[in-house]
């Protein structure tokens, strides 16, 4: 790795598994990349059992949660995470990536214990994959950034819930076993968990994005009278937006420490490149402009890296970390965009090729500036926060 990762303060255990995740990463699914078995919507079912079933024989599968149950601490995830993302499909194989590493953290905080016994055990097993239903088409004026907004609707007829809505952008849900689908009662936003498939879930079309990372891609949905037995509420009717407060900053800084692996890869391709490429009788690094670039990246993953570690320190003081979640989401999403950018830009025409991970990161981390809340939204709320601090301090 030729970017250096600071390992002062993570435990033994977390080292442990973090160089066994980067071993089996570069050794074994690497090759992957140039497997046929993907597509615009991402790599196949096949594709990602194949490469899943190699993380169980090399002891990778869902690395972050132990054979006890328990959970690394965020910091310690954070040493694993970012291995993991060292290829694209490194997420997928060791079963650590969106939607699926969120929703298992939910029901880990959340669920019930039938409901980890039903639907958390065999989704750390790598048995079955899962999808969020928030995000709603914004023609109906549905949910998007504002969960406030959300269309979706559930009413009690005896002893189930009965769900109608659309949703849109629900990365996944094109077979998965599980859906988290949120709607709204008269108490207030609600979660359910859902058996998948289901005749009343409808896959109206899957998307064609930017991005083409994460299995069954990302998909427009139909609800229409979908029956769910009242059990399968996640928690009490109307707390749905406090349970997604409890999944929304962790996985926020997820994301992170998988681009954060992407962006390091794409760093160390580029930087290859520019050591052996000759150009105007030495070799690319030599040139100011391009050697200036590589200095940039080495700044912004540092910077991006410490950001994860200091929003991962307070998640582990039990805290929300809302804000702290909101800071990193847009320092390291808009820091990793410079850093793919400038990767794309040393190499040039090899750069924008599908011969290497370049250009797939830089179209990757482009979508991560959007999801899990865009830029603009973030320093929305941040700048809230000031005024709010303001006022309290004149009143003071």
């Not at 046929?36 to 059992?49: I, Q, V, Y």
């Not at 307070?314 to 809302?322: A, F, I, N, R, S």
Request: a negative charge.
């Amino acid at each position: 790795m030729t970017f250096t990762l600071d390992n002062s303060r993570m435990s033994e255990r977390a080292l442990e598994i973090a160089d066994r995740v980067e071993a089996f990463v570069r050794e074994k699914i690497v090759p992957y990349e140039k497997d046929d078995r993907r597509n615009s919507h991402g790599p196949t079912e096949a594709l990602g059992d194949e490469m899943k079933e190699a993380a169980r024989q090399a002891g990778v599968m869902t690395p972050h949660i132990l054979e006890d149950g328990t959970h690394l601490t965020h910091l310690e995830t954070a040493c694993v995470l970012i291995r993991s993302g060292l290829s694209p499909l490194g997420p997928v194989a060791c079963n650590v990536g969106a939607p699926d590493e969120g929703n298992m953290y939910l029901l880990g905080k959340v669920g019930s214990a039938e409901m980890k016994e039903r639907f958390l055990a065999p989704m750390v097993e790598g048995k079955m994959r899962s999808a969020f239903f928030m995000t709603e088409p914004a023609a109906e004026g549905g949910a998007g950034s504002d969960p406030m907004m959300m269309q979706t609707t559930c009413k009690m007829d005896g002893n189930h819930w009965v769900i109608n809505g659309r949703k849109t952008l629900i990365t996944g849900a094109d077979g998965a076993g599980l859906g988290i689908v949120m709607a709204k009662s008269e108490d207030g936003a609600c979660m359910f968990l859902v058996d998948l498939p289901d005749p009343a879930i409808r896959i109206e079309r899957v998307l064609d994005t930017i991005d083409d990372s994460m299995i069954g891609g990302h998909s427009v949905i139909n609800i229409d009278n979908l029956r769910v037995p009242a059990s399968q509420m996640l928690g009490e009717s109307g707390e749905g937006f406090r349970y997604a407060q409890v999944r929304l900053s962790p996985a926020r800084l997820t994301h992170c420490m998988r681009w954060l692996g992407a962006a390091i890869r794409a760093n160390e391709i580029a930087s290859d490149y520019a050591n052996r490429r000759m150009a105007f009788g030495k070799p690319l690094v030599d040139h100011e402009g391009v050697g200036f670039m590589l200095a940039e990246n080495m700044i912004d993953l540092k910077q991006a890296e410490q950001m994860v570690y200091w929003c991962a320190d307070v998640l582990d003081t039990g805290e929300l970390g809302t804000v702290e979640s909101s800071m990193t989401k847009v320092a390291v999403s808009e820091a990793l965009m410079r850093v793919a950018d400038r990767c794309v830009q040393v190499m040039g025409g090899q750069g924008v090729t599908g011969d290497t991970i370049v250009e797939q990161v830089f179209r990757e981390v482009r979508a991560f500036r959007i999801y899990d809340g865009p830029t603009e939204v973030h320093k929305w709320s941040l700048a809230k926060k000031v005024k709010r601090d303001w006022k309290k301090a004149q009143g003071e």
